[in-house]
């Protein structure tokens, strides 16, 4: 019999799907405030300091508009939260981490660690504290080559989710840790000298050269 000829050739275009590298990193209690992010060991510029997928994860394409508007905003925040909330139903373990994430005073009122119930193999869940936890824990992603502040074309696809390591990530106006996007991948690298046992902290906004520029969007 005769064997066809395999094509080598490397593909036009490549997927990268990488797993979870979060173990130079910790959480414990900030004093900045709830829970931060630390790194279990001393980092130089630019080390990789963990790389990270998201739990839950939603994406759209807009019908043309500025990331400001909040219509448009509302469909991809309510498309996270139905996804979250089924895909947490039938994954108790990953809904009971999210359900450890600050969700700020609904979380804090209504619900406790102590309460977190699986009824016929289902997380039991409150939707009002999943819709806390998304407000307050989710990163969403600016396409390529697009400025949010100015807007963005039809049909292009715009994302957000939750990576539950990273949301322990707290604002700072001189982080000293820079992300970026490889697809839904988050990178974390050092942007200078980082000690042992240091929080981790990033920029919720924009890196405009002026301090106060910056301090001013929060």
Avoid at 52 to 61: D, G, H, I, S, T
Wanted: charged share 25%.
């Amino acid at each position: 019999m005769a064997i066809s000829k395999v094509n080598l050739a490397w593909p036009s275009r490549i997927s990268l799907d990488c797993a979870s590298f979060t173990k130079k990193t910790y959480s414990k209690t900030s004093a900045k405030h709830g829970t931060g992010l630390f790194v279990a060991e001393e980092l130089a510029p630019a080390d990789l300091v963990c790389a990270e997928k998201p739990a839950f994860y939603a994406r759209m394409r807009s019908e043309g508009f500025s990331i400001g508007e909040e219509s448009s905003h509302r469909k991809l925040r309510d498309s996270l939260i139905f996804k979250t909330i089924l895909k947490a139903s039938f994954k108790p373990r990953l809904g009971q981490r999210l359900l450890k994430l600050g969700g700020g005073d609904v979380v804090k009122n209504e619900f406790h660690e102590k309460n977190f119930r699986v009824v016929d193999g289902h997380l039991d869940i409150d939707h009002g504290v999943i819709e806390s936890i998304i407000d307050k824990n989710a990163f969403s992603r600016v396409p390529d080559g697009f400025n949010a502040q100015v807007g963005i074309p039809e049909n292009v696809p715009s994302y957000s989710g939750v990576w539950l390591k990273l949301a322990r990530l707290n604002h700072s106006c001189h982080p000293n840790f820079h992300f970026s996007f490889l697809g839904d991948l988050i990178i974390v690298r050092t942007i200078r000298p980082i000690a042992k046992d240091k929080e981790h902290s990033i920029s919720y906004v924009p890196l405009d050269p002026n301090v106060k520029v910056r301090c001013k969007k929060l």
